[in-house]
């Protein structure tokens, strides 16, 4: 299969930015119809290309069109709903995050996807961005030596109500931002998850989440996140047993610092550092990860291999969200205890530490 008979699901902003830009410049990719559940939204794709039939639902298109693969941006419980669907049919399915909103829900997935044979993705961008493509080169090689800890900060100042339905701002948080960072922290960390240890701090409608995860190579990884914070900000370090560390800004600079840089110019020094950037040609789409994601996937599509970032990758993530939310109604209940023992101050929400191994 060189060819790749494409049906897209879900018009909206994501499409419409990112995945279908993105998806022009592939080659070998043939978008052969498109649906959306407002059908006006659904024939926004004549806006980019002509010609091609577009239906209110995946089953209509599903009938209609003889496909090989699905590229989907709707609200999770879409994306769980018609995976199915097109699974069933043996049609293989990317998604984008979230791809469903339980751990359970994930593992049903999983198991299908297993069970149909066909390929499935989720678009975890900031893994197939080139900066953190670059970091994860420079992390494999022999003189970083092995990773250690991983230093991760995700800041956000929204969700502040719950998102698609679900009752948790707390979940729809971790679904919908820190999902990409929990994921960076699975990536770098490798090895299985053998504990996470968080704690859920709450002012007013914000949150702050604070996390600790533990891997069987022996790294750890400490998340500081939510949606306190005044804007979006993302910034990750990593130490290595060769006591070097990197850092990540924003997805864009990489700055190596190492006991010892050497440079032509000045020799072996202290305190020297190394930068990397994108080069400045770089296109948006290459450089935020958009083009390799769809790029892997149709290529495991075509070899029929694993997608990297495919449901089954993200169970760990998974896991970890299960666990930061089941901590914070943990201490829910706690709170609700103390109290009614009589206690007359009671602590603030989240004041206590929840530790349970995932
Ligand atoms: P949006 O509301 O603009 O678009 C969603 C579209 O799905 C709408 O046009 C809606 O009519 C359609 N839809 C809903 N139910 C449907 C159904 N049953 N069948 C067909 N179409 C249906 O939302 P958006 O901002 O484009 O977000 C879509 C998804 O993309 C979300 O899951 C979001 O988390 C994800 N997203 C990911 C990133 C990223 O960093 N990777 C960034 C933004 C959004």
Request: proline residues 5%.
């Amino acid at each position: 299969m060189s060819l790749i008979k494409v049906g897209l699901v879900g018009i909206g902003a994501q499409m419409q930015e990112n995945l279908l830009p993105s998806l022009l410049q592939m080659p070998d990719i043939r978008i052969v119809a498109a649906c959306d559940s407002d059908p006006a939204r659904a024939k926004q794709i004549h806006r980019f290309i002509s010609d091609i039939p577009t239906m209110d639902s995946v089953p209509a298109m599903l009938d209609a069109a003889c496909l090989d693969a699905i590229v989907m941006a709707c609200p999770p419980q879409v994306h769980r709903e018609m995976s199915i669907r097109a699974m069933q049919r043996g049609v293989s399915v990317f998604v984008e995050k979230p791809p469903c909103a339980t751990l359970d829900e994930l593992q049903e997935l999983v198991e299908l996807a297993r069970q149909c044979g066909v390929r499935t993705g989720v678009g975890m961008n900031f893994k197939f961005a080139r900066p953190v493509r670059q970091l994860r080169e420079m992390t494999t090689s022999e003189e970083f030596g092995r990773t250690l800890h991983i230093q991760l900060n995700h800041y956000a100042n929204k969700p502040r109500t719950p998102l698609w339905g679900l009752d948790s701002t707390l979940r729809s948080f971790l679904l919908a931002q820190a999902i990409h960072t929990i994921d960076l922290a699975v990536t770098f960390g490798q090895g299985d998850l053998v504990d996470v240890q968080s704690r859920v701090q709450r002012h007013g409608d914000a949150l702050i989440v604070k996390g600790e995860f533990t891997f069987s190579s022996g790294a750890t990884a400490s998340l500081l996140s939510g949606t306190t914070f005044p804007y979006f900000e993302f910034q990750m370090k990593l130490v290595s047993s060769s006591s070097t560390m990197v850092e990540l800004d924003n997805l864009w600079n990489i700055t190596v610092h190492e006991p010892e840089h050497g440079t032509r110019a000045t020799g072996a020094a202290k305190r020297w550092r190394g930068a990397w950037q994108p080069g400045p040609l770089d296109s948006g789409y290459e450089r935020s990860g958009y083009f390799g994601e769809l790029y892997e996937f149709f290529d495991a599509c075509r070899t029929r291999t694993r997608f990297e970032a495919d449901f089954e990758s993200l169970l760990p993530t998974y896991r970890i969200i299960e666990a930061i939310c089941r901590a914070d109604c943990a201490t829910d209940a706690d709170l609700d205890a103390t109290a009614i023992r009589g206690m007359h101050a009671l602590p603030s929400k989240g004041a206590g530490l929840e530790r349970l191994s995932a």
